[in-house]
């Protein structure tokens, strides 16, 4: 769950921790999933802005957040990278954006906290144009037993404590509007990224 009263330094204290276990459990899952953004793109659950190095120049950003200190960071990121982002204070269960608003929507490392990631997956679906982008990656139920039993002792502990989820997987939730087009498994399962599209306007329209 979010602290939506994150201190500046807790949300830089975040970008210690997350950076050192990405380089030991998913070293490649930022470049494979932003990579991918094309467009009009939201970043859902930005963070601390710990993707902004991986998106193309001609990427039109916006980024979300439940937490003023993570997009706080984020902010300042960008502007020392040069690029622009138009960053919102939000909540992934209820996005402030029209229908159809964009071409790409990343989300990485949120969705394990999240308190329903259907209702957040149905909302991700409203504000993708038809033929969009959805681009994901987070840690998940293993495929290793021994890994999933690791995973559902941790997450007696972290769901009470911070709404942490470690057997959760968002593609197996997916709403019927998206089909996935590539996916990848690493670190016994327990990492997955995820690329699925929104029906094209010209299935839709011939409904
Ligand atoms: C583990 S951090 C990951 C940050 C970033 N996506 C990354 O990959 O580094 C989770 C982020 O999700 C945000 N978050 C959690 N629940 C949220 C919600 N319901 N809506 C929007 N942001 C949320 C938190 O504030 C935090 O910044």
Not at 60 to 69: E, F, I, K
Not at 160 to 186: I, K, N, W
Request: charged share 25%; aromatic share 6%.
């Amino acid at each position: 769950m979010a602290n939506v009263t994150e201190t500046a330094d807790s949300a830089k204290r975040f970008d210690q921790t997350m950076l050192s276990l990405e380089r030991r459990f998913f070293p490649d899952a930022r470049e494979w999933v932003v990579t991918r953004a094309s467009g009009d793109t939201v970043e859902v659950a930005i963070g601390t802005g710990l993707n902004l190095p991986y998106y193309g120049a001609d990427v039109r950003l916006t980024g979300v957040d439940l937490s003023p200190a993570m997009l706080a960071v984020a902010v300042e990121r960008a502007a020392q990278r040069g690029r622009k982002l138009h960053a919102v204070v939000g909540d992934a269960a209820q996005l402030p954006f029209a229908d159809a608003s964009f071409d790409s929507l990343v989300c990485t490392f949120a969705l394990c906290e999240v308190p329903d990631v259907g209702v957040a997956l149905t909302e991700f679906a409203r504000v993708l144009r038809p033929g969009g982008r959805l681009l994901l990656a987070d840690h998940v139920v293993a495929t290793t037993a021994i890994v999933r039993l690791g995973q559902r002792l941790l997450e007696a502990i972290t769901i009470p404590a911070s709404g942490e989820h470690y057997t959760r997987r968002p593609a197996a939730q997916l709403p019927a509007d998206f089909t996935v087009v590539d996916s990848h498994r690493r670190t016994k399962g327990a990492v997955e990224y995820v690329e699925a599209r929104t029906r094209p306007a010209s299935v839709i329209g011939g409904q």
